[in-house]
């Protein structure tokens, strides 16, 4: 039977959806032994303000919650609201016994400081994998909980069997969640790395040249083929909504025919950085949570 170039692209097409629903499958057993055990584990989210992507963000992570049988909880609070309230908040979630996992979600409201909201959350409830220690510990490949999506994007290049050993990585954005976390855990796995941000002179001869091309900038459709080597394996991280699409970093249209793998958006990254979040929540109560029932 003919193979047409329709068949082949489809197959080109990283399946987040599926790597998370194996990952949420997986966990479930351990939910179900904890759960036994009479420690059901729980999160709490708190989001400051009303970013329509945000609001959407913690939805999504409180319904895969409700799907695999971990309790959760968002506190919506004001935009206003003041830094020492969402303190005060999360010092009331570090004492709470019942509370295994803690996620500010970020962006932050502009008057308050993210480094002091990060630094206020027990490293043991920290499943965002964003507290300074546990940051840190990347370093060495000891965090007890990695920041989602880079963790996500790593569980995506294994199941595939993509070896990061040797191989030319270029991250495009430097954020704390995304693109330096991933720079060290490639690393760590022995890739060579470049870590781009605006001012990079000439980001397209530097990402042409990449064997896994990550991008995180948030640009819709920055990256056209001109940015692509012939081969390479695409990790678009980037969401934007453009006149009510979802669009990502890349110009899936223009690059498909050239990569040998890539994340589509949806339906890449986002669910990964979902699941990772479910999976560090139920290390989290597995850690603290029989301490916690005492
Ligand atoms: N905003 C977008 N992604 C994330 C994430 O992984 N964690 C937090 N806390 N905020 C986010």
Redesign the pocket.
Known sequence: MAVNNSDINNKKIIDGRLIASEIELSISKKIHELKNKGVVPSLEVILAGDDP??VV?VRNKKHAAERCGILSKIDFLDESVAEKEILNKIEELNNDPLIHGI?????LPVHINEKNVMEAISPAKDV?G?HPLNVGKIFTGNSPFY???PCGIIKMLDYYDISVKGKNCVIIGQSN??GKPLSIMLINRLATVSSLNVFTKDIKSIASKADILVSATGKAALIDESYVKEGAVVIDVGIANIGGKICGDVNFERVIDKVSKITPVPGGVGPL?VAV?MENTVKAADLNGCRAKT
């Open positions: 992507a945000s963000y996620l500010v979600q970020l962006p965002d964003l920041p989602c999506t969640i995304v950085t979040l």
